[in-house]
């Protein structure tokens, strides 16, 4: 792989991570609506809007290649995504941003890089390359945990979160919620890792290689958004549609348009930086983006004040997370040779 490529194809899924990583910041400026209205309209736009708009302007013969699509595959991989998404409010309601986090970003990096690896490129589990994406897939890991320690450290001197059922088989259960939330939520890189046939049908059509993926995001994240509006909608059972009508919310609206603007930017851009990474995109790219992706959502919390009045302690563990993140990216990158 060209060394232009490489750093072409990093640059772009680290970027990719920046964007994912921030998508969740206008969350903290809809004070009137409840997690599920905001989440709602972020669903319907980064979901459904947006991915088809950049699949219709992008892929040539959208009707046919999707005709052409393995449905039940990507669309499957989607909709167990979205399950990991609801899993993953559970989880967080359970055991809190601290545990949660570290657990579910842990198996999401984990699995969503090393089961395309095992599967796509076994042979190259023994190589040296190999073994530098496991070291930094096992690096990213400690570090991802490390970040999430600091959340912990942060959400006891500012509680809020983890106010869920108390008890140890509560506990058992929100490990276990955890865990399948991780696992679910790696399925998303599963659809890009395992639809590379379809992608090259959409080139043989006319679109371009780095969009290529394009009707591939489409399909999975609007499969994925059944899930999510429909916990959304269930939610709101209780806390009900009024919110919506309330004064002075107009640009609550905005903010959901713009987490999904963010989001689905996040995972083209990633995308595009995937496949100029070769059919190692998606067992290089995944945790880098991630990774970056911690980092970003990390800093823009301390840009809004998250951080404030933490101390040096919680401080400390959060830049020995970003640190690990760091070391482990420049050492997945030395996969490019798989």
């Known amino acids: 792989m ?3 490529s490489l750093l ?3 640059a772009l899924v680290a970027l990719g ?7 969740a910041a206008p969350m903290k400026f809809t004070p009137l609506w409840k997690w599920e209205h905001i989440w709602l309209v972020y669903s319907i736009s980064g979901m459904v809007v ?6 219709v302007v992008t892929t040539p013969h959208l009707g046919q290649l999707i005709s052409e699509a393995p449905l039940v595959l990507i669309c499957g991989f989607g909709f167990l995504w979205g399950v990991g998404s609801v899993f993953c409010g559970l989880a967080l309601v359970r055991l809190g941003l601290g545990l949660a986090g570290a657990l579910i970003l842990g198996v999401v990096v984990g ?11 076994a042979g ?13 897939n096992a690096i990213l890991i400690a570090g991802i945990s490390l970040c999430a320690y600091a959340g912990h450290l942060r959400e006891k001197q500012q509680p809020g979160t983890g106010n869920g059922p108390s008890g140890k088989q509560s506990l058992l259960i929100g490990l276990l919620i955890a865990i399948l939330a991780g696992v679910f939520g790696a399925a998303l890189n599963f659809s890009f890792a395992f639809s590379g046939t379809i992608q090259g049908r959409a080139v043989e059509l006319g679109a371009s290689p780095g969009l290529a993926s394009m009707s591939v995001w489409a399909l999975t994240v609007s499969a994925g958004f059944l899930a999510n509006a429909g916990y959304c909608i269930w939610r709101m059972r209780r806390s009900g549609w009024a919110p919506f009508k309330l004064p002075n919310t107009g640009l609550y609206w905005l903010g959901g348009l713009l987490m999904g603007l963010l989001w689905f930017g996040g995972i083209v851009v990633y995308g595009i930086g995937g496949a100029k990474l070769g059919g190692a995109g998606p067992v290089i790219g995944w945790p880098v983006m991630l990774g970056v ?16 009045g933490t101390g040096r302690r919680c401080f400390a563990f959060l830049a020995s997370g970003i640190a690990a ?11 490019k040779a798989m």
């Open 111 to 121: 699995v969503g890089s090393l089961v395309p690896m095992f599967l796509l490129h």
């Open 8 to 10: 072409a194809g990093i």
């Open 124 to 136: 190259a589990m023994n190589s040296r390359p190999g073994r530098f994406v496991l070291g930094g």
């Open 293 to 308: 992706s911690v980092i970003a959502s990390n800093i823009t919390g301390g840009l809004i004040g998250e951080w404030r």
């Open 17 to 23: 991570g920046v964007f994912n990583g921030t998508s």
């Open 50 to 55: 947006l991915p088809w708009i950049v699949a």
């Open 2 to 4: 060209p060394e232009s």
């Open 325 to 335: 993140i760091i070391v482990a990216t420049v050492l997945i990158a030395q996969g």
